[in-house]
């Protein structure tokens, strides 16, 4: 049982390129969260689907984009990458919400430069 | 003010003391409660839920105090591998999770 799992763990990227990160959980999970996490921050939610076919900004949702393609999978996209944007980033999953356990994947971590 | 908030720490704490971390939150009309561990460069992971009339695992306790709008989490008979950072983590009644910003925990031999 995989859990959730992220791609890529590493990424570099120059300021204005963009990219997709990856997440999919195997658990039949009907929410997704996109979070970042800075130091002295915390974890940030950026956006989340509470279930298939919803999506909804969070805490930080500008420069980012989300599609929730089914119910296994959830990615986030950077149109222009920016310095600010370097961070870890985790995908997680949960069966329902708020309420009950949410499952991390491993994280990626961005650097822009 | 954020909405959830922890002393950063670091807690240095010899192997074998008990050691408690208190958390605040904002909201009264929050529903639930957990406490997450995260090892570092690691992913968060649930260490226990916190129920309305306190919950014990182990050497672990949480505690809720919902008129002074807290919870705390007790660790007892402190180990190495203990040494992580503890995160409090609160649900306003929502589809989503708010985690404070961590308390790092460090257990010397």
């Known amino acids: 049982n995989a859990g959730v799992t992220q791609t890529p763990k590493f990424q570099v990227l120059k300021t204005g390129q963009s990219m997709t990160l990856q997440c999919a959980q195997d658990?039949?999970?009907?929410?997704m969260y996109w979070y970042r996490q800075d130091p002295g921050m915390g974890l940030r939610l950026i956006y989340y689907?509470?279930?298939?076919?919803?999506?909804d900004k969070g805490e930080v949702p500008n420069g980012y984009n989300v599609s929730r393609l089914n119910k296994r999978e959830f990615s986030l996209r950077l149109e222009s990458a920016a310095p600010s944007q370097t961070s870890v980033y985790f995908c997680?999953?949960?069966?329902?919400?708020?309420?009950?356990?949410?499952?991390f994947g491993q994280g990626t971590r961005l650097t822009v430069v | 003010r954020k909405e959830v908030e922890q002393d950063p720490g670091p807690f240095n704490v010899p192997e074998g003391a008990t050691v408690a971390f208190n958390c605040t939150y904002s909201?009264?009309?929050?529903?639930?409660f957990f406490w997450y561990r995260q090892d570092c460069r690691k992913e968060p992971k649930l260490l226990m839920s916190?129920?309305?009339s306190g919950n014990e695992d182990g050497r672990f306790t949480a505690q809720l105090n919902r008129a002074s709008q807290y919870i705390s989490l007790l660790i007892r008979d402190s180990k190495l591998s203990d040494s992580a950072t503890y995160l409090c983590?609160?649900?306003?009644?929502?589809?989503?999770?708010?985690f404070g910003t961590g308390t790092r925990l460090t257990i010397i031999p």
């Open positions: 909201n009264s009309a929050s529903q639930s």
């Open positions: 997680a999953s949960s069966v329902l919400g708020g309420d009950t356990e949410a499952f």
């Open positions: 916190v129920y309305s």
């Open positions: 689907s509470a279930s298939e076919g919803t999506t």
């Open positions: 658990m039949n999970h009907n929410s």
């Open positions: 983590v609160v649900n306003f009644g929502n589809e989503k999770l708010t």
